[in-house]
């Protein structure tokens, strides 16, 4: 019996660390698995910044209307204005 076979803490023997495919195997699983998490991060991230324009665009254009009927009630106000002076 070899005294490297087993551990001295439990007396369990140790797990054999040679298999380095396996232990490849485990590390690209691994990696992966984050490399997804990354790539669902970003596109929830995406998702929610494509949202937020959305509704910045409408923003835009309910703020150009509005621009556009107070220039025309300026324009209105100036006319009676001007047809009072006269």
Same mark, same amino acid.
């Given at each position: 019996?070899?005294?490297?076979? +087993? ?12 298999? +380095? ?6 590390? =690209? ?10 790539? @669902? ?15 910045? @665009? ?11 009927? +107070?220039?025309?009630?300026? =324009? ?11």
């Amino acid at each position: 019996m070899n005294t490297d076979d +087993y551990s001295s803490e439990d007396s369990k023997r140790k797990k054999e660390t040679n298999n +380095y495919e396996e232990i490849f195997k485990k590390s =690209r699983m691994t990696t992966r698995s984050h490399l997804k998490e990354r790539k @669902e991060k970003k596109e929830d991230n995406i998702d929610a910044l494509m949202d937020r324009i959305k509704e910045l @665009e409408i923003d835009v254009k309910e703020i150009k209307r509005n621009q556009n009927e +107070y220039q025309q009630e300026f =324009r209105e106000i100036k006319q009676e204005n001007k047809a009072l002076k006269e």
